[in-house]
């Protein structure tokens, strides 16, 4: 490459003679086409490129109307009408064209380069629309900020679609749309309980007509230890029965409204609960806090209504849950957060590193749909790393037993079949 490193040099390049060139094993000269020297057969488009081709032809042919706000977000500015024009038609990019704040651009580009990290001006998710055929993946790989005196055994996600999110329009009599996350790790940190369930695929969604379709995560718990006040204080103590609830619920957009291109990313979610906020709950919060729903379980119908609604009227889902924190119908609980993945169907290989135990993970994490005080959500409780399994006396043989009989306890107490569980090795590739 050139120093700048936006050119790829060739012998042309190189001031030095073909001779030495030849010499050097550097100089290939390339064989006459009938002697049949070259194999085409790399060049065969995959199944997936087959599939992506006739859409992509089909498509209009336009830029993206994000092209204008993506060239101004490099720091050149506004665009006048002329510039704003010459960026919607298809042709060459001539530079003559253009102001000299819209040359800068291609300088712009060039000091990134130089950077670790590439300037984000292309986003991949907004190449190819997607489309119910090849569906969306969805990893909900863990949670970060639980309080350490929550004195739960284990933790598991139903995870949903809405539209149509029936599993809460009927109060939980239809089952048959909810996938479950229930691979805990055991060795993970309390404080940041992580599953290794990885991604599963959804095909054959439709969105609302207003284009809205978000996933629901919720999350449940199962409670295995209990505060026991006595003559010495309060103190942790084995429950005889273990209880199943929920400790919340996040929501992830797959689309944006209005848009049919998936917003793939690493997400951290907030996670909410029903009703108005509980001043005993948060991190680092010496509480009674156990996490136990006393609003009832979420989110309610009502609350999917708001949803609903404001992405048909406003444009936005968030709006519709800004609505209901300012109404008291649900409260984000405090430092608490879920962390995802999402993947169009088309795009198999990208954010393939999970949010795993011990803190590692993506680098880059899209944290947009955080509160815009919630600092809380980046900090983290003090005190050494404690394993859940061995918070709750477990050894490492006793893992896979243990989530098993937990896994089992959730599709019980829901009355969720098995078939939830289900990854086939078609949701794991393309």
Not at 86 to 95: R, S
Not at 106 to 127: A, C, E, Q
Not at 246 to 270: K, R
């Amino acid at each position: 490459r050139s120093q700048d490193g936006l050119q790829v040099l060739t012998a042309k390049d190189i001031e030095v003679e073909e001779e030495e060139l030849e010499r050097l094993g550097l100089l290939v000269r390339p064989k006459p086409y009938h002697l049949g020297k070259y194999c085409s057969e790399r060049c065969k488009p995959t199944p997936m490129e087959s599939f992506l081709y006739p859409s992509r032809l089909e498509r209009e042919k336009t830029v993206m109307p994000a092209a204008t706000a993506m060239v101004q977000s490099t720091g050149v500015g506004e665009l006048t009408g002329d510039e704003e024009r010459a960026l919607k038609e298809f042709g060459v990019f001539e530079t003559q064209r253009f102001s000299q704040k819209l040359k800068g651009v291609r300088k712009k580009v060039r000091d990134g380069l130089k950077t670790p990290t590439t300037p984000g001006l292309i986003n991949n998710s907004y190449v190819f629309e997607s489309t119910p055929e090849k569906g969306f993946l969805v990893a909900v790989d863990g949670m970060d900020g639980v309080p350490s005196h929550l004195g739960y055994g284990w933790l598991g996600c139903l995870v949903s679609t809405f539209p149509p999110g029936s599993y809460y329009n009927s109060e939980g009599q239809i089952v048959t749309e909810v996938k479950c996350v229930t691979d805990f790790d055991f060795k993970s940190d309390i404080r940041e309980p992580r599953w290794l369930d990885g991604y599963d695929r959804w095909v054959g969604v439709e969105a609302a007509p207003s284009g809205m379709l978000c996933i629901i995560i919720d999350v449940r718990v199962i409670f295995t230890q209990q505060m026991a006040r006595g003559l010495f204080g309060a103190k942790k103590k084995k429950m005889e029965n273990f209880e199943l609830n929920q400790m919340g619920f996040a929501i992830l957009p797959v689309w944006d409204v209005g848009e049919h291109y998936t917003v793939a990313g690493n997400y951290q979610l907030p996670l909410y609960a029903m009703g108005p906020t509980d001043p005993n709950m948060g991190v680092g919060k010496k509480s009674r806090w156990t996490g136990r729903a006393t609003e009832g379980y979420g989110p309610t119908a009502d609350f999917l209504d708001i949803l609903y609604l404001s992405a048909d009227k406003k444009g936005s889902i968030h709006a519709g849950i800004a609505q209901a924190l300012e109404e008291n119908i649900i409260h984000a609980v405090e430092g608490v957060s879920v962390n995802a993945r999402l993947l169009d169907g088309t795009r198999w290989g990208e954010f393939a590193i999970p949010f795993a135990a011990g803190g590692a993970g993506p680098r880059n994490v899209n944290r947009r749909y955080l509160p815009l005080e919630g600092k809380g959500y980046l900090e983290k409780e003090k005190g050494k790393p404690l394993g859940v399994g061995t918070a709750n006396g477990l050894k490492e043989e006793q893992f896979s037993e243990q989530n098993k009989a937990m896994s089992e306890q959730l599709l019980s107490g829901l009355g969720i079949p098995e078939t939830a569980l289900d990854i086939s090795e078609d949701d794991k590739t393309i």
